[in-house]
């Protein structure tokens, strides 16, 4: 069924490879601007295409398979990728391993429950862990941008001068404080909103295990 919200939900499914192609691509910083640019693009389509399939009434089948796959997808790749420039930091490492569990778990529940899957419909808190995800992951590719930037600033530079400008005895003439700024500000605020996302995910996951007990259970 082919309709704009279908339409705007398939291309958040292939936008999420297309984070990770950014950095095959471009030099850094420009592939985590693109990266951030292309997830921000793609994580609002997340709201819209179910905001225009209500409003429409063009809920269908077909996209409500496809919205979860598309936000799982999203998130994995981008955790992967965040994991990899961040040079496996066990800040991020911990709680990007159990989103991605949760998400993988979750994933095995709806495909044994087949027919009764509807028992996992997404819930409010899903939403919200998922949001907290999207808004996490975006503040750190801009932290990665940010980190390129000032180890740019500083290549040739000796530990004196850097000193000096964070000792505003040497005028800041490459913007060196704002660049470091912005790389621990949002390295800061990216790392709380990723482990809120991990608490949402692991409690949403607890939740979808306990409803679906009853159906792996023996007879």
């Known amino acids: 069924m082919w309709n704009i919200p279908n339409i705007l939900t398939l291309m958040r499914l292939l936008a999420a490879p297309g984070v990770a192609i950014m950095f095959l691509y471009f030099a850094r910083p420009w592939a985590d601007w693109f990266a951030l640019i292309l997830f921000v693009v793609a994580a609002t389509t997340d709201w819209l295409d179910g905001h225009l399939a209500r409003a429409w009434k063009q809920e269908s089948k077909f996209g409500t398979m496809l919205d979860p796959i598309a936000d799982k997808a999203m998130v994995v790749i981008a955790l992967l990728v965040i994991c990899g420039f961040s040079g496996m930091n066990p800040w ?34 899903a939403k919200w862990k998922t949001a907290a995800q999207m808004t996490a992951i975006a503040v750190l590719f801009s932290t990665g941008a940010f980190e390129t930037y000032y180890n740019m600033s500083i290549e040739g530079m000796d530990a004196a001068t850097v000193d000096g400008i964070f000792a505003d005895e040497i005028p800041d003439e490459v913007g060196l404080v704002w660049k470091w700024s912005g790389a621990f500000y949002s390295w800061w605020i990216g790392i709380i909103l990723l482990w809120a996302a991990m608490l949402l995910t692991v409690i949403s996951g607890v939740d979808y295990l306990r409803k679906a007990m009853p159906f792996l259970r023996e007879k």
């Open 92 to 125: 991020i490492l911990l709680p990007a391993t159990l989103i991605m569990f949760r998400e993988t778990f979750v994933s095995g529940l709806r495909e044994f429950l087949g027919d009764t899957a509807g028992t996992l419909a997404v819930t409010k808190l």
